[in-house]
């Protein structure tokens, strides 16, 4: 009964609170229908108004002669961000920033002034005076190292570095304002004035004009292509220096060297390294000049090669090859003019013409070639051509037949050889003084002065000349030697003609007159006709093949005729004189006709040395047997007086 009895204070507090409650929730729902049947207010449309000028950054007014700051100079609009604990401001518009005298342009950029850097967008361009301009899509410049990189993009294709000299294209430029140079890695070119050089990697200053180009360079001028691994160029003087293999193709020469400097305003070549020059003529005919270092001058046409002297070098001979006429020329020093064909080498010179069966050698202390025009000219060459010479050319160029035909030998000869020349229009000229030597298999010769014209395949001999074949010895005023394709035919000598063959022991069967004619056959005597004051000393072979006495005869004419090498026929007339005389009766001075000497010593010879043929003289040493022959004989072309 307790459990149902209520307090009346307490039933009407709660009574009142339920009151209150109903009452709440009848006056939100009201306010929520209130609500809901009104209009729902407009958002806010309000917007900031437009400037009526552009809003230009304030620059500072603190001192702006910092060389080692970059200043923002001006820019359309400027928004500070801090980017990594970094200040950062992003700049717009006409962006133009400058460190001492090096201007940059730009659409838009990253400055980052803390840090001294800037990152450009845009049209960019680096202006320094009049002197430098570099054009870019994009650039990341550290001011405090004074660094740029300059990348291409859409504003700009190709980074493009100029000055006054030049102008450097490339997708990748890096730029060092301290060093005052730039490169690229991928890939450039460089243009100057007429050159456009290309390569993978490169480098250029500006201030110095000087430039480096590595891997698959390429230099190209107006007539010219320079092929090389590494070049180092400059673009003021446009001289090329070599420093590796290199290939220059011009649309007359080619040049292979490794070292030198190419002058790509003249063409001049200074080569400092083993080169070949490989010159090609208007009918393909080609010659090339090699040397330890070469002077090429396209404007003369002259090309000049050494030997070097410096030991510790180990230098080489110098050589001229004429592939057309099968000839080489070397020498310690050389010359070759490409207008005349005209080649000169000195120090040790040596010739050798290998266009018949048998290898021509001709030495002397100078030996100059040249071709010449067909037909021949007594003027062709002037005649202080060879001034220093003990004879000039123009002299020898007039002795030579035009429509001469002294036998059926030269017949045959002159019948064909013009002919062939004519095809060109030229013919080859060489002459070798002085103390001149040759050396063929068939004949050897030795003479102050040694001519030898492919027009008539004739060799001439001038002062002092002496010829050999086999035993056989001759010498006079001067011998004329003609050569058909596999050896000599015939030989002349025109005055004092002396003649010896070895017999056996001190005897020899000589022979003196005026005038002398000798014709071969497979390098053997096979005709010799004398004429005026003839001298003869004969050992006539005996049946049982010895000798037992000695023959001395005088007459105006004398022809031989040989069989091999046995006589066949001996003919003297109009009248003879002389006398027998038995061996053991032969006194010495009955062994030799006046003036007669046998000069085997000098007689040029080639050896073998360790596998290989060499000249007996020792590449162009003179033996002193022949230096004492020049000096000692007498100075009117005659040999002395035997002793």
């Known amino acids: 009964m307790s459990m149902l009895r209520h307090d009346p204070r307490r039933v009407a507090a709660g009574l009142l609170m339920i009151i209150l409650l109903a009452m709440a929730g009848i006056v939100r729902e009201a306010s929520a229908q209130s609500k809901a049947s009104q209009p729902a207010k407009p958002k806010d449309e309000y917007h900031r108004p437009e400037p009526k000028k552009p809003l230009t950054p304030q620059i ?59 990152d450009a967008f845009g049209h960019v361009r680096m202006e320094q005076g009049d002197t430098l301009f570099v054009f870019a899509d994009k650039l990341f410049y550290d001011g405090t190292t004074r660094f740029a990189q300059l990348r291409n993009g859409p504003s700009r294709q190709k980074v493009e570095l100029r000055d006054r000299n030049a102008t450097l294209t490339t997708d990748s430029l890096d730029y060092s304002l301290i060093q005052e140079r730039g490169w690229y890695m991928k890939g450039g070119v460089l243009k100057n004035e007429g050159n456009t050089l290309t390569s993978i990697r490169g480098y250029y ?60 305003q003249t063409g001049i070549a200074e080569l400092l390294s083993r080169s070949t020059i490989l010159h090609t003529d208007s009918l393909n005919r080609t010659t090339t000049l090699e040397g330890d270092s070469i002077v ?106 035009q429509h001469s035909q002294s036998s059926r030998n030269t017949q045959n000869d002159q019948n064909t050889r013009p002919s062939q020349t004519q095809q060109d229009s030229t013919w080859h000229f060489a002459m070798a003084y002085p103390r001149a030597r040759f050396f063929r298999t068939d004949v050897q010769g030795v003479a102050d002065t040694i001519v030898f014209t492919e027009l008539d395949s004739i060799i001439r001999m001038k002062r002092l000349p002496v ?30 003609a002396r003649m010896m063959e070895h017999v056996e022991e001190d005897y020899y069967d000589q022979l003196h007159s005026d005038m002398m004619r000798m014709w071969f056959e497979d390098g053997a005597l096979k005709r010799l006709e004398a004429e005026g004051s003839v001298e003869s000393i004969m050992l006539p072979e005996e049946s049982d093949s010895t000798y037992n006495r000695l023959v001395y005869a005088e007459s105006s004419y004398l022809t031989i005729d040989m069989d091999g090498n046995n006589l066949k026929r001996l003919k003297m007339w109009p009248e003879v004189t002389g006398n027998v005389t038995p061996l053991f009766l032969v006194k010495k001075s009955q062994k030799l006709l006046p003036g007669a000497r046998w000069l085997d010593a000098i007689r040029p010879r080639r050896e073998w040395y360790g596998g290989r043929v060499r000249w007996a003289d020792d590449l162009g040493e003179l033996p002193p047997e022949l230096e004492n022959y020049f000096n000692s004989s007498s100075s009117d072309g005659n040999s002395p007086s035997n002793k």
């Open 205 to 264: 200053s500006p201030a110095t004009k000087e430039a480096e180009f590595y891997e698959d360079v390429v230099l190209t001028g107006d007539d010219f292509h320079l092929y090389s691994d590494t070049l180092y160029y400059n673009t003021a003087s446009r001289i090329a220096q070599i420093v590796s293999p290199t290939r220059i193709v011009t649309s007359e020469d080619e040049i292979l060297t490794s070292d030198g400097n190419y002058n790509t």
């Open 60 to 118: 500072p007014s603190t001192p702006r002669q910092n060389p080692n700051k970059v200043f923002l100079e001006r820019a359309d609009s400027m928004i500070k961000i801090p980017v990594d604990f970094r200040d950062r401001q992003i700049v717009t518009g006409n962006v133009q920033f400058r460190q001492m005298g090096m201007w940059m342009y730009c659409d838009s950029a990253y400055y980052y002034p803390e840090e001294n850097s800037l």
């Open 467 to 496: 010829a050999w074949n086999e035993e056989r010895q001759v010498s006079g005023d001067s011998i004329i030697i003609h050569l058909n394709d596999s050896t000599a035919d015939w030989a002349r000598i025109p005055g004092h």
């Open 296 to 401: 090429h001058d396209p404007v003369r046409h002259i090309s000049e090669a050494f030997r070097f002297r410096d030991r510790l070098k180990r230098g080489r001979p110098m050589v001229i090859t004429d592939t057309a006429r099968k000839a080489i020329l070397i020498g310690g020093y050389g010359y070759y003019n490409d207008l005349t064909r005209e080649a000169l080498a000195t120090e040790y010179p040596l010739m050798m013409e290998y266009s018949r069966g048998d290898t021509l050698f001709l030495r002397a202390d100078t030996i100059l070639t040249r071709l010449l025009p067909y037909p021949p000219k007594k003027d062709s060459i002037a005649e202080d051509s060879l001034a220093s010479g003990p004879d000039s050319i123009g002299k020898v160029i007039a002795q030579i037949p």
